[in-house]
């Protein structure tokens, strides 16, 4: 993990020199005093990411000015891809046609143009809607309608506004049960304790309770901080543990891979009732086959992946995970890894979405 931090690290460096380099040849001749100004200024926009991580716990920053800093340090990353991939498509385009001019401009008008699409699509989540059959019984029912969503990331990004939104959205569903998979806290406790998002999160209604499992995004927040403030909300926080609802159904809550010490699925598995439904929330899709091959998990509920969030690299979580999006069944196990609620950093969706989902399941009479 160490090496890809270093890559990540190395390319964003090597692409905001590229972008810098032909910014200053597009400059032309203008004052040095001018090319000096619009320098400092690129540098300090492409520099503000290191600065979001090392003041993320620094308490005397005003939230608004820490939000400041974190949409311009993080919306950087997503400027700095595409800033490179369309000024290296005009600088290819320019070897065969050397009458091309203003590519910095029009890959500055590009990059802007899809960064304002990114937004708006993030700002709009999608619903998605499964229908679920389980051929086992439910005690004095036959359906339940579970709302699931991973990877709100409150905090700067994530803010009370937007979490006020997305509270309504899930509470209009009317659902018998919410599912958090994870990583409802961004990297920090502090902005969202400041904001008192526990009073918005305490909105959320279901009439059989709303559960939740930690992400890595809560031990990097500090597990002990974060287990305290959901202490506080009505959701019940399951880190190894089961919770059998008055249906029948069966929730296991796993920890975070983040604690090496978690159990194994099968463990898990082993405490549960096999012949009453078993719903699993396991906040990174890792383990997959050892779940399908227990024979007991009738639905896992994952996020993490975020789909990659912006293309392209929303093509390489197939290749990192098992499962990297989407609904698939593997013998009698549903396995769904969301993309979603909300983001990690930038705040835009190019080729991916953000989403709720909803399980519509039906059971054995």
Known sequence: MPVFFILLLGSYILGNVYIFVRGMQALGQISSVLKWTCGLAYWAGALMLFAVFALRNARQIPFSLGQVLFHTGSSWLVFTLYMVIFLACMDFIKVFNHSLQYGFVISL???????????????????????IHINKPLINRDRLKIVAVSDWHLGLGTDRGKLKRDVDL??????????????????????????????????????????????????????????GFIGRTRIKLLRDSIVTLPCGLQIIGRDDRSNRNRLPVGDLVRLTDKSQPVFLIDHQPYDLDETASSGAVDIQFSGHTHNGQVFPLSLLTGYLFDIGYGYEKRGNTNFYVSSGFALWGPPFRIGTCSEMVVFECSFAE
């Not at 008008?109 to 229908?131: C, E, M, N, S, W």
């Not at 209604?205 to 500090?222: D, Q």
Request: glycine share 12%.
């Open 170 to 227: 899930i509470n209009a569903e009317k659902p018998d049960v919410i599912i958090i998979g994870g990583d409802l806290i961004d990297n920090s406790i502090i902005p969202v304790a400041g904001q008192e998002m526990d009073r918005e999160l305490n909105r959320l209604h279901a009439g059989m309770g709303i559960y939740m499992t930690p992400g890595n995004h809560e031990y990097i927040s500090g597990m002990e901080d974060c287990a």
């Open 109 to 131: 008008l590009l990059t802007f143009g899809l960064l304002a699409y990114g937004y708006i699509r993030y700002q709009h989540p999608d619903k998605q809607v499964f229908h």
